[in-house]
C-alpha cells in the first residue's frame, strides 16, 4: 500500500513514526517489520485530524469547549463532551482528506479479498481503531478511553467511524485533563490516528502478558482467553480462561477455566457485532487446546524479544480449514499493570519503620 501525507499502509510504519501515526499504528508497524502475524491494515495519520481542524474554525472551536471547563463539575464536561462530538461530526471533511482514505479501503479491500478469494463489492470488514500519540504514555491519563469500532463494512462506514474516533479524543475524562494545560500543551495532547485493520475472524481471542501482572514474575506469561472477539475479555464482560505458562519451555504450569457465558460475534449482516449467550456445552469448556494456549504464548514471547521489555497483547484465533490455529496480533504495548502496583508498593508506608528508625538512632546505629 503506497504512503501519502493522510494514509500509510503498516507496512511502512516503525516505533519512530509515533508522532505520525499515534501509538498503536507505530505498533503494529514495528510487528509487522519483526515478522510477527498481524492482519493487514492502514494508518490515518495524525495529519488528517490536523488539516481536518485547520481547515475551518473547528481548531479554535475545539479548544474554546476545552479550556472553557477549567473547574467545571460531570455534567458540564459531558455538555462539553457532546459539543466536541457535534462540532467533529458535523463539519464538512475535506475533498483530498476523505478522498485518501476511501482509496485506502478500497485498496485494502482488494488486497485482502484477493488474498482470502472472496469477493464483496463493499469491501471487507475491517477494525477502526483509534491512535492517539499520547496512548500508553506515562503523562496521558486519559490513555486507552478513545474508540474502537469492529465489523465495519464499506468506504462509508469507514470515514463515520475515523470520525467518531476523533471525537472520541474529547471524552469528559480527556476534557478534564487538558482543559488545565496551556496552549502548546494542549495541542500535544489532542493529536490522533487512527488504524484501519482487517478483521481477525475471531474463533477465540484475549490478552497475553508477558510479565504476571500480579506478582512481577518475568519467568511466566500469564494468558487470559475467551470465545468470540477480544472486547468482551478487554471490557470485563466475561471472565475469561487463565492460564500461566513457563517461558523456559512453554509448560502450562497453572489453568483456570471459566464459565464463560457471553461472547462477541460478528451481526447476521457481518456489520458491526453483537453480543450473544454461549452455548451450555461450551461455557465450561477451555476454550484453548494445550496446543494453542502454547502457541499464543510463544508468539508472545517473540513480542516481548522485539521490544525488549514485558509487553500487554491483544490478539485473536482463527481456526481456518481443517482446523488449523492461526494467531493474529491486534496490538502490544508496555505492560503496566504490574509496573503499576509495583509504584504503588514503593510508596506506600513500610509498617514500623518511624519506630525502626528511632530505635537505630537512640542504640548510635550508624547510617547506611
Known amino acids: 500500500m503506497e504512503e501519502n501525507r493522510y494514509t500509510i499502509g503498516f507496512s511502512f510504519l516503525r516505533a519512530e513514526d509515533r508522532e505520525r501515526v499515534g501509538g498503536k499504528c507505530a505498533s503494529l508497524g514495528e510487528l509487522v517489520a519483526a515478522g510477527l502475524p498481524v492482519p493487514a491494515g492502514f494508518a490515518v495519520t495524525v495529519a488528517a485530524f490536523e ?12 479548544v474554546d469547549v476545552v479550556t472553557g471547563t477549567r473547574g467545571a463539575g460531570p455534567a458540564e464536561l459531558q455538555s462539553a463532551h457532546q459539543r466536541a462530538a457535534e462540532l467533529i461530526l458535523a463539519g464538512p471533511l ?45 503523562v496521558a491519563s486519559f490513555a486507552g478511553q478513545q474508540e474502537t469500532y469492529l465489523w465495519v463494512v464499506g468506504a462509508d462506514e469507514v470515514v463515520a467511524k475515523v470520525r467518531e474516533c476523533w471525537a472520541s479524543l474529547y471524552t469528559p475524562q480527556a476534557i478534564a485533563y487538558r482543559s488545565s494545560m496551556d496552549a502548546a500543551q494542549g495541542a500535544a495532547a489532542s493529536r490522533i490516528g487512527v488504524a484501519i485493520q482487517a478483521m481477525a475472524e475471531a474463533d477465540v481471542a484475549g490478552v497475553t502478558f508477558t510479565v504476571s501482572p500480579s506478582t512481577g514474575d518475568r519467568s ?23 492460564y500461566r505458562v513457563s517461558k523456559a519451555d512453554f509448560r502450562i504450569v497453572s489453568s483456570r477455566i471459566a464459565e464463560k457465558a457471553h461472547e462477541y460475534v460478528p451481526a447476521d449482516d457481518h456489520r458491526g457485532v453483537v453480543l450473544r449467550e454461549v452455548d451450555a456445552e ?38 481456518r480449514q481443517g482446523g488449523e490455529p492461526a494467531v493474529m496480533l ?17 510508596s506506600a508506608p513500610v509498617p514500623g519503620a518511624n519506630l525502626l528508625g528511632f530505635l537505630a538512632g537512640a542504640i548510635g546505629e550508624p547510617r547506611k
Open 51 to 62: 488539516d481536518f481542524r485547520d481547515a475551518s474554525t473547528l481548531r479554535h472551536e475545539l
Open 94 to 138: 475535506p475533498p483530498h482528506i476523505e478522498d485518501a482514505i476511501r482509496g485506502a479501503y478500497a485498496q485494502l479491500s482488494q488486497t485482502v479479498a484477493g488474498a482470502r478469494g472472496t469477493g464483496g463489492d463493499s469491501g471487507i470488514a475491517v477494525a477502526v481503531r483509534s491512535s492517539a500519540v499520547d496512548e500508553d504514555g506515562d
Open 220 to 242: 511466566i506469561i500469564a494468558i487470559n482467553a475467551s470465545y468470540g472477539l477480544g472486547q468482551a475479555v478487554v471490557s470485563g464482560e466475561v471472565t475469561p480462561d487463565e
Open 282 to 319: 461450551r461455557r465450561a469448556a477451555a476454550a484453548l487446546s494445550d496446543e494453542e494456549v502454547q502457541q499464543v504464548a510463544a508468539i508472545g514471547l517473540r513480542v516481548e524479544a522485539h521490544y525488549g521489555c514485558p509487553q500487554d497483547i491483544e490478539w485473536a484465533l482463527e481456526r
Open 330 to 346: 491486534l496490538q502490544s504495548r508496555p505492560e503496566t499493570s504490574w509496573k503499576m502496583r509495583r509504584e504503588e508498593q514503593k
